[in-house]
């Protein structure tokens, strides 16, 4: 029997298939990073915000040591294109999927970038020889495949954008970031960087972890969900479902036929909100999955351009219950750390009262001497 859920079901179990309503303990923290598809790194500290929003006791620290010391964590262009944090142990299962991408070698693409198939291919090779001593900066490394390839052009692609040429290579298995060298970033090779084992992932098994866990975490979801969070088209994106078989069953919200793993409906039937209130950062990957259907958490659709912003930037949110009830922002003046909230509608004393606790803990994290201002006057 197919289960009918509420949005209001649905954004209660998300809270807790996200980690956002049992925080995990400081130890745990990797097995967090895991269970959301990795931190999105487009800004640092979103990445460290993400990670701490679901996890107690955690350093301020953890991200970047994990990173740049034991590299646990290794940084790289992941779904959609965008800059990830992702589980070094776990990089073989993400560079299996990840190297399914195909969209660089298609003529449209390769056009509007101005390059051959030979070129892009000599890229790829390029990147992969250049790097095999370790760290170069973007400028190094441009100036070392034009010598490898002999293509003046092909340098000037890697020095002149700032990741589109070098995507591929990533996609790949052939670039990862490596430490920063004073202000410039740097590019490593992967199987340089970590420890990695000798055999890969097998790419179409490790398509399936990767979309069994966004069901996990983002669910119930529809194929063009799943689609605009990994960078692929529908009808692709629902052929992957499907290949999960019975690990996979189709529930009811609100009308519309949406996908969860196998047993999560009756779970998703059981969740009932609790006023749980949790700030999380911009890019948070709660908001990214429910980029296609955030009308269905807001307090009006009007609002949506509040937390989705031009340019693909995401605000951080006030989640109330799985629910987008306000944006907030920080800025540090000094020794001094400013905190500004802004509900969508009028609050009364117990979300004041939680956001007011959220914020503090929040302020504790970044450190500094927390100020929290309101935009709208809680009543």
Request: proline share 5%; hydrophobic share 45%; net charge negative.
């Amino acid at each position: 029997m197919t289960a009918s859920l509420t949005w209001e079901q649905v954004a209660a179990w998300r809270m807790r298939a996200q980690g956002l309503a049992a925080r995990a303990p400081a130890a745990e923290w990797l097995s967090v990073v895991e269970r959301v598809c990795g931190l999105h790194a487009q800004v640092m500290s979103s990445a460290e915000l993400t990670l701490h929003a679901r996890v107690d006791g955690l350093s301020r620290d953890v991200v970047s040591s994990a990173l740049w010391e034991s590299r646990a964590l290794v940084k790289t262009w992941a779904m959609r294109g965008t800059l990830h944090l992702l589980p070094s142990e776990e990089y073989p299962l993400w560079q299996a999927a990840l190297g399914q991408f195909d969209h660089y070698r298609r003529d449209g693409w390769l056009r509007g970038w101005g390059v051959t198939l030979e070129e892009m291919e000599a890229l790829i090779a390029g990147v992969a020889s250049a790097l095999a001593d370790g760290p170069l900066t973007r400028e190094a490394l441009g100036d070392a495949i034009e010598r490898t390839t002999g293509s003046a052009h092909i340098g000037q692609l890697v020095r002149g954008s700032w990741g589109s040429m070098l995507k591929p290579a990533a996609y790949e298995g052939k670039l990862c970031f490596g430490p920063s060298d004073g202000q410039k970033v740097t590019f490593t090779r992967p199987d340089v960087w970590l420890s990695m084992p000798s055999e890969p992932s097998d790419p179409d098994a490790a398509m399936r972890t990767v979309t069994r866990r966004f069901l996990a975490s983002s669910g119930p979801a529809t194929r063009e969900d799943y689609a605009r969070w990994w960078g692929i088209t529908p009808a692709r994106a629902g052929r992957r479902i499907a290949d999960l078989g019975d690990e996979v069953e189709s529930v009811d919200v609100e009308g519309e036929p949406r996908f969860m793993l196998a047993a999560a409906g009756a779970e998703a039937a059981e969740s009932a909100p609790t006023g749980l209130v949790r700030l999380v950062p911009g890019f948070d990957q709660y908001v990214v999955g429910a980029s296609l259907h955030a009308a269905a958490l807001l307090p009006s659709d009007e609002l949506r351009a509040r937390v989705y912003r031009p340019q693909g930037w995401l605000s951080p949110v006030v989640l109330v219950d799985g629910r987008m009830e306000g944006v907030w922002r920080f800025e540090r003046r000094g020794r001094r750390l400013r905190i500004e909230v802004s509900p969508f509608r009028r609050v009364g004393a117990e979300m004041r009262d939680a956001v007011e606790a959220e914020a503090e803990r929040v302020g504790d994290f970044l450190g500094g001497e927390l100020r929290l201002e309101w935009a709208v006057a809680p009543t």
